[in-house]
């Protein structure tokens, strides 16, 4: 399979449009378009009954204590682990695109609702953990929400674009799914797969 990302090149850095957070001089960030890039897929293999969408940043801190604090800063020899951005399950055999703007346009407090639609199911993404803590943003994210790397971090954060086809119609994923439970559900399944890397970095030094 082979993969296509609008305006995403492999290694190169991802437009701010597809962004949750854009890089603010006064306050280090600010609220992006958070719109998701047009994603299309060809080369499907033979036998395809479904797709996946994952979109995963592997290099969010393990500790998030100096995350965005003044004076602080984030080693890039910290640990790190997945960070999933985007979720979406059971596209149809028939989808080969999904446009721009078609599962998220703009910041959206407290979450987009997880209902499906005609390009799949949205999983929850991990803003829902990292927006707990804060009462006007608190809720539930599911679909795409664009990168927003801590403004502190020492390192440029990747942001892998993939898409599976699968064996399956469906992956019988209920309730609030996230991306770990689609790759351990997904297992057994994938046909083939395809990958994009994009970077992207609110650290003034590193841009």
Avoid at 101 to 120: F, H, L, N, Q
Wanted: with cysteine; net charge negative.
């Amino acid at each position: 399979m082979k993969i296509h990302v609008q305006g995403v090149a492999e290694n190169q850095p991802i437009p701010e449009r597809f962004a949750f957070g854009v890089f603010n001089a006064e306050a280090h960030m600010s609220f992006g378009p958070n719109r998701n890039p047009e994603v299309s897929w060809t080369d499907v293999p033979e036998g395809t009954q479904s797709f996946v969408i994952l979109m995963v940043d592997p290099d969010v801190p393990s500790v998030a204590d100096d995350v965005n604090q003044e004076g602080k800063v984030i080693p890039a020899s910290l640990s790190r682990v997945d960070f999933f951005h985007w979720v979406l399950v059971d596209i149809p055999a028939s989808v080969t695109v999904i446009p721009e703007g078609e599962d998220s346009d703009g910041v959206m407090p407290k979450g987009k609702p997880a209902s499906g639609s005609r390009i799949g199911k949205r999983g929850v993404n991990n803003y829902t953990h990292f927006l707990a803590g804060n009462p006007d943003m608190a809720g539930t994210y599911t679909g795409y929400d664009g990168p927003c790397p801590p403004w502190n971090d020492e390192l440029v954060h990747r942001y892998q674009f993939e898409v599976y086809a699968l064996d399956v119609p469906n992956l019988g994923l209920k309730g609030e799914f996230e991306g770990q439970a689609v790759r351990k559900a997904m297992q057994g399944h994938v046909l083939d797969s395809a990958r994009v890397t994009g970077t992207y970095t609110l650290n003034p030094v590193l841009r």
